[in-house]
């Protein structure tokens, strides 16, 4: 089952803060390479794609990235951070 987001972090001052902490992570990583063709992101055609920003999930994690407009689940590409400070950074 997806979780479903909560909301998107309206507050600025726990936006940024949770902003920070992700970037804190990423820095400390290498670049995530996500594939080695142009048009690897036409795949799955009729699925249209939005990025949204930074977004709380009911299960204290936060992801940013793409979503699925018709489904409103993550899908494409992004970056979460679980609440136990574990990251993903690929396709979903």
């Keep these: 089952m997806m979780n479903r987001p909560v909301s998107m972090v309206k507050d600025p001052a726990i936006r940024e803060r949770l902003k920070t902490k992700m970037q804190h992570t990423r820095d400390q990583l290498d670049d995530f ?42 899908h494409g590409r ?3 951070r679980n609440a136990d400070g574990s990251i993903y950074e690929g396709y979903w």
Excluded: C, F, M
């Design 33 to 74: 390479h996500y594939g080695l063709y142009d048009d690897e992101d036409q795949v799955e055609p009729g699925v249209e794609l939005e990025k949204r920003p930074l977004t709380k999930i009911k299960d204290g994690s936060a992801y940013e990235g793409e979503w699925n407009k018709a489904t409103n689940e993550r």
């Design 78 to 80: 992004g970056y979460q």
